[in-house]
């Protein structure tokens, strides 16, 4: 069964600091691989996501994430935290097939100090 | 713009009432979901469904149920509400076409006492 893992279930930075949040995967295939941002009392929202092609991409609010197949890492960053960015962080690993049911991992609550 | 939404925002029950939460999505997806998400457990699967009138049990399905009569319409159903099924509520749908991107509704934070 695929799993993902989130290292760290709290990260917290200093305005202005790189953020770097952690994911892992379990897969014998290539996955789809999403990073998602949940606000308080809000939805998930796509914050990028990883299908074929370049390794690395971009997302909004100037966040990226590079996957990485050797090491089944799909960590997620962005050079300069601001205090917007305090959030949980939900990484995915979906496969095309079986009506693209999705693993979540379990989230990274991220505070931002001033 | 992709939208789902939530029949409610908030909602309080009583133990053993039936319930029944609402989602709505606009851009003809064919998969749709249900996830409840609790402190430190993240999102767990009750129910998704790719198809009209085809579901299938995610992780925890024990004590709800689905419908999807419509496309764009797929309905929790709490047959007997109790207090372990306090928690968040969150409908999703996606498409083949867009490499199964969620998107999310509001969320329904229910609490059933």
Known sequence: AQSVTQLGSHVSVSEGALVLLRCNYSSSVPPYLFWYVQYPNQGLQLLLKYTTGATLVKGINGFEAEFKKSETSFHLTKPSAHMSDAAEYFCAVTYNTNAGKSTFGDGTTLTVKP | ?113
Request: one cysteine or more; a neutral charge.
């Open chain 2, 1 to 113: 713009d992709v939208k789902v939404t939530q029949s409610s925002r908030y909602l309080v029950k009583r133990t053993g009432e039936k319930v029944f939460l609402e989602c709505v999505q606009d851009m003809d997806h064919e998969n749709m979901f249900w996830y409840r998400q609790d402190p430190g457990l993240g999102l767990r699967l009750i129910y998704f469904s790719y198809d009209v009138k085809m579901k299938e049990k995610g992780d925890i399905p024990e004590g709800y149920s689905v419908s999807r009569e419509k496309k764009e319409r797929f309905s929790l159903i709490l047959e007997s509400a109790s207090t372990n099924q306090t928690s968040m509520y969150l409908c999703a749908s996606s498409s083949t076409d867009r490499a199964h991107e969620q998107y999310f509704g509001p969320g329904t934070r229910l609490t059933v006492t």
